[in-house]
């Protein structure tokens, strides 16, 4: 698998050939993800070319059938696609899936085109939308390909902190940051939980491991400094897809509605989402081991994520830790 930039067209290939363009943001690559599985199903032995921002390329370095990437960061008046346009209109494509409804995919020159547009959303979770854009016969449930330099580069990290610090223990993952205004809970309350946990007897001897990109270290220090010697620091420590492989070691995931909240469901980590003014029952994390807990938990209405106390976000936690680990 290659990468290439907006300047070179995919080389000639044969076999059928399918345009992906995936989703701009992380979370949403995430709930799009499993349209790799189904490419692979309905084209048997397909040559991929995906088109990612370059924060979610790292997902499809190791996906099955995906031959090469095409970095497309979103510019000013949609200049991106322009640029992809050129990038892709001298091969004839037999399949172009485009998950962000562009008319630009309507240029391309394809022989099947399936384009998102808004007559798919029927109220029901996103990953419901992407199986309805591939008239797909079953959910197409979210998948990551974590590949051996992923998890070498997360284990570079932990294993070192694991040893500075109180030693070898059960992790729970905390991700403190998202980027979207009004989904942040505050990192104060971050630190409060640490120190809850911290005080709770099934939490003895575990480590405190926060994630994050590499802007977010402000909102993750209070919890840090609260987790003292049993804390592990991967925020901006790797890309998204070690990011991913760092989570995977974790036995319990607790996290704010963000890319990184998908990015362990889809690891098959426990997973709690914490949810304020954002539609859980649409953006909730998908998977069998997940959980969420809003400010208001009535569907349709909304609350400030400053609504949801500790004490919610922690007997959630403890609820998680039951279902979950409490047999471990």
Same mark, same amino acid.
């Given at each position: 698998?290659?990468?290439?930039?907006?300047?070179?067209?995919?080389?000639?290939?044969?076999?059928?050939?399918?345009?992906?363009?995936?989703?701009?943001?992380?979370?949403?690559?995430?709930?799009?993800?499993?349209?790799?599985?189904?490419?692979?199903?309905?084209?048997?032995?397909?040559?991929?070319?995906?088109?990612?921002?370059?924060?979610?390329?790292?997902?499809?370095?190791?996906?099955?059938?995906?031959?090469?990437?095409?970095?497309?960061?979103?510019?000013?008046?949609?200049?991106?696609?322009?640029?992809?346009?050129?990038?892709?209109?001298?091969?004839?494509?037999?399949?172009?899936?485009?998950?962000?409804?562009?008319?630009?995919?309507?240029?391309?020159?394809?022989?099947?085109?399936?384009?998102?547009?808004?007559?798919?959303?029927?109220?029901?979770?996103?990953?419901?939308?992407?199986?309805?854009?591939?008239?797909?016969?079953?959910?197409?449930?979210?998948?990551?390909?974590?590949?051996?330099? #992923?998890? /070498?580069? !997360?284990? *570079?990290?932990?294993?070192?902190?694991?040893?500075? +610090?109180? $030693?070898?223990?059960?992790?729970? =993952?905390?991700?403190?940051?998202?980027?979207?205004?009004?989904?942040?809970?505050?990192?104060?309350?971050?630190?409060?939980?640490?120190?809850?946990?911290?005080?709770?007897?099934?939490?003895?001897?575990?480590?405190?491991?926060?994630?994050?990109?590499?802007?977010?270290?402000?909102?993750? #220090?209070? /919890?840090? !400094?609260? *987790?003292?010697?049993?804390?592990?620091?991967?925020? +901006?420590? $790797?890309?998204?897809?070690?990011? =991913?492989?760092?989570?995977?070691?974790?036995?319990?995931?607790?996290?704010?509605?963000?890319?990184?909240?998908?990015?362990?469901?889809?690891?098959?980590?426990?997973?709690?989402?914490?949810?304020?003014?954002?539609?859980?029952?649409?953006?909730?994390?998908?998977?069998?081991?997940?959980?969420?807990? /809003?400010?208001?938990?009535?569907?349709?209405?909304?609350?400030?994520?400053?609504?949801?106390?500790?004490?919610?976000?922690? =007997?959630?936690?403890?609820?998680?830790?039951?279902?979950?680990?409490?047999?471990?």
């Amino acid at each position: 698998m290659t990468q290439t930039d907006l300047n070179t067209a995919p080389a000639s290939i044969v076999g059928p050939r399918v345009l992906f363009i995936s989703p701009n943001r992380i979370g949403d690559s995430v709930i799009a993800s499993g349209i790799v599985r189904e490419i692979n199903r309905q084209w048997p032995n397909a040559h991929i070319t995906v088109a990612v921002s370059g924060m979610a390329a790292p997902f499809y370095r190791a996906a099955p059938g995906v031959e090469d990437i095409i970095v497309v960061n979103k510019e000013k008046r949609g200049g991106h696609w322009i640029k992809l346009w050129k990038a892709v209109r001298g091969t004839r494509w037999d399949v172009a899936i485009d998950t962000r409804g562009s008319a630009t995919t309507f240029l391309i020159p394809a022989k099947t085109r399936f384009v998102y547009s808004s007559k798919l959303e029927k109220g029901d979770p996103k990953v419901e939308v992407i199986t309805r854009l591939l008239h797909a016969p079953r959910s197409l449930e979210p998948e990551l390909y974590i590949d051996d330099r #992923a998890r /070498a580069e !997360a284990g *570079a990290v932990i294993d070192l902190q694991l040893a500075a +610090g109180s $030693g070898e223990g059960p992790i729970i =993952a905390l991700a403190p940051i998202a980027h979207q205004k009004g989904k942040s809970w505050p990192a104060d309350r971050w630190a409060a939980l640490v120190e809850k946990m911290k005080a709770e007897p099934r939490f003895d001897g575990w480590r405190f491991m926060l994630v994050g990109g590499p802007g977010d270290h402000a909102p993750a #220090a209070p /919890a840090l !400094a609260a *987790a003292g010697d049993r804390g592990i620091d991967f925020v +901006g420590k $790797g890309d998204i897809l070690a990011s =991913a492989a760092a989570i995977s070691r974790a036995t319990l995931f607790v996290g704010n509605d963000s890319g990184l909240m998908h990015v362990s469901a889809a690891a098959g980590t426990p997973t709690l989402g914490l949810f304020g003014p954002t539609e859980w029952w649409l953006y909730g994390p998908r998977g069998a081991k997940t959980m969420t807990v /809003a400010s208001n938990n009535t569907r349709g209405q909304f609350a400030p994520i400053e609504d949801l106390t500790v004490d919610a976000v922690f =007997a959630a936690t403890i609820k998680l830790y039951d279902t979950y680990a409490g047999t471990r």
